[in-house]
């Protein structure tokens, strides 16, 4: 049984940071393909980063809106994919899940149970 756990969410004021986390376990191979999406009330889930490992390289992709404010990584090792979140603004207030797939996340893909993050202006 494969699980996602994420942990890291809460809330914090405009300008603030966070850094959330999200570990893989039960699974008996490594996921290439993790990411963060995040729902706000009332819209469509959408993605905000990704990183897929390519041998020695990742290779990450950031929606427009995060771009040079969010940053994506990961430890292979121990299964696990990070997002630092520094100057959030109150339209980053949504709840954010965690995903990873084998290879891709445009395929099926293992979602966590989401947390909180509630920006404040």
């Known amino acids: 049984q494969v699980q996602l756990v994420e942990s890291g969410g809460g809330l914090v004021q405009a300008g603030g940071s966070l850094r959330l986390s999200c570990a893989a376990s039960g699974s008996i191979f490594s996921f290439n393909a993790m990411g963060w999406y995040r729902q706000a009330p009332g819209k469509q889930r959408e993605m905000v980063a990704s990183?897929?490992?390519?041998?020695?390289?990742?290779?990450?992709y950031y929606a427009d809106f995060v771009k040079g404010r969010f940053t994506i990584s990961r430890d292979n090792a121990k299964n696990t994919v990070y997002l630092q979140m520094n100057s959030l603004k109150p339209e980053d207030t949504a709840v954010y899940f965690c995903?990873?797939?084998?290879?891709?996340?445009?395929?099926?893909?293992?979602w966590g149970q989401g947390t909180q993050v509630t920006v404040s202006s």
């Open positions: 990183i897929q490992s390519g041998g020695s390289a990742n290779y990450v």
């Open positions: 995903a990873a797939a084998k290879w891709s996340l445009a395929e099926y893909k293992h």
